[in-house]
Nanobody, 122 residues
Framework: QVQLVESGGGLVQPGGSLRLSCAAS????????MGWYRQAPEKERDVVAI????????YYADSVKGRFTISRDKAKNTVYLQMNRLRPEDTAVYYC???????????????WGQGTQVTVSS
């Protein structure tokens, strides 16, 4: 089994910063990508940022470019999301995603964390 454990959410004022962490553990053979998605009330889950595990290449949603930074620690199978200059519209539940395979012969599957609430409000 694979577990993704997130931490770092909370309440912050507009303009503030938060750092999310997500550690993957369990039976992991290879990671293709890890990333962050978010879902606001009554909205669909949308991608925020993704990092390619082998190269470190990154993708960001337009709404967070220049404010959020995704990074990884390969030795710890952990991905981070540094969120700066937060806005009320960033309020959502943030979910960690990992696309990985558990053995050489398997295909890649998606795994999700339990979600962490980020609230930006004065």
């Amino acid at each position: 089994q694979v577990q993704l454990v997130e931490s770092g959410g909370g309440l912050v004022q507009p303009g503030g910063s938060l750092r999310l962490s997500c550690a993957a553990s369990g039976s992991i053979f290879s990671i293709a990508t890890m990333g962050w998605y978010r879902q606001a009330p009554e909205k669909e889950r949308d991608v925020v940022a993704i990092i390619i595990w082998s190269t470190g290449s990154t993708y960001y949603a337009d709404s967070v470019k220049g404010r959020f930074t995704i990074s990884r620690d390969k030795a710890k199978n952990t991905v981070y999301l540094q969120m700066n200059r937060l806005r009320p519209e960033d309020t959502a539940v943030y979910y960690c995603n990992a696309r990985l395979k558990q053995s050489l012969g398997n295909h890649f599957d998606d795994y999700w964390g339990q979600g962490t609430q980020v609230t930006v409000s004065s």
